[in-house]
């Protein structure tokens, strides 16, 4: 009642916010997501309220739960959580020859493109920057601030300190349950209307025009985020590595040809040699340790 009594308070309707509620939880599971789902019914304002209210809601009541809030009174109780991540590996992987002195330029080779609405990288980065170096939150946002981060579909807010208009704590609702969900909703997007941000779409490109690296964490391959990471020309050619864990070997297949074709191939050589890696065995964890040589190769 709670959620269904903001959009009372905001829109002063209840009846047809009540049965878009019931209209996606009877169809969305016959869809592959509710984001799926929400692309399906892109011309309907109210359906697109609701579902973009339900994610924010999920999304912050995940961020609760995750096991990577970290506790400001035992730190380690979240290191022993985290400890076999990608997170961490990452983390130790990016920082090995930086101290104090020069920890502005940690993030300076690295962007990340995140298709999710969570601030999880933003959220542990601030926080472990903050422990390793023993510098306040505040100088460690500053950094982090520096780093760039895209979400092509937004994010259900901004972390203190990266912003202060409105910002939205990771795991608010330990504390309370004061966010307007219709608000937070308005900073997701679906993928109908991604695709008219030409602006994020150019910069996204950007980013893969100028990488001499390509690492895919946990991402699904979707042709409309694919879609969005390729140039109308073909990318030079450099090393990829991607998981694909729990794909099938004729998916994976599938999968390695299609990032293949977004780059130029290398020449020819008497073995034949892809500088395309998509692992099926391999998790986000799994594959910063199995390819990390290479991945370090020019730090």
Same mark, same amino acid.
């Given at each position: ?35 799926d789902f929400l692309d399906m019914h892109n ?48 983390f130790r992987m990016l920082g090995r020859g ?25 959220? !542990? ?5 903050? @422990?390793?170096?023993?510098? *306040?939150? &505040?100088?460690?946002? $500053? +950094? ?74 946990? !991402? ?5 985020? @694919?879609?969005?990471?390729? *140039?109308? &020309?073909?990318?030079? $050619? +450099? ?61």
């Amino acid at each position: 009642m709670h959620f269904l009594g903001q959009f009372h308070r905001r829109f002063g309707i209840v009846d047809a916010y009540r049965r878009a509620g019931w209209a996606i939880r009877d169809g969305v599971r016959l869809t592959h997501s509710i984001d799926d789902f929400l692309d399906m019914h892109n011309v309907n304002e109210i359906i697109l309220r609701v579902g973009k209210a339900a994610i924010a809601q999920t999304i912050l009541t995940a961020e609760t739960n995750s096991s990577l809030f970290f506790n400001p009174y035992s730190y380690q109780e979240t290191f022993n959580k985290i400890e076999a991540t990608w997170y961490m590996k990452f983390f130790r992987m990016l920082g090995r020859g930086i101290n104090l002195g020069n920890a502005k330029e940690i993030f300076e080779p690295v962007s990340f493109i995140i298709f999710n609405y969570d601030r999880c990288i933003e959220h !542990f980065l601030i926080n472990a920057l903050s @422990l390793v170096y023993t510098m *306040p939150l &505040e100088d460690a946002a $500053s +950094i982090v601030s520096d780093l760039n981060i895209i979400h092509p579909y937004g994010t259900v807010g901004d972390l203190p300190f990266l912003s202060s208009n409105n910002p939205v704590p990771y795991g608010p609702l330990r504390g309370s349950d004061k966010f307007d969900y219709t608000i937070l909703a308005e900073r997701i997007k679906t993928y109908t209307e991604q695709i008219g941000g030409a602006d994020e779409t150019n910069a996204i490109r950007n980013e893969m025009r100028r990488a001499e690296c390509i690492v895919f964490l946990g !991402f699904g391959y979707h042709d409309q985020n @694919l879609a969005l990471l390729k *140039p109308e &020309e073909q990318l030079k $050619s +450099i090393p990829v590595f991607g998981t694909a864990h729990g794909f099938s070997t004729h998916n994976r297949e599938v999968v390695h040809q299609k990032i293949e074709r977004m780059f130029q191939q290398p020449p020819p050589r008497v073995i034949s040699y892809s500088p395309v890696v998509i692992d099926q065995h391999a998790t986000c964890a799994n594959l910063l340790d199995d390819y990390a040589q290479s991945l370090t190769a020019g730090k």
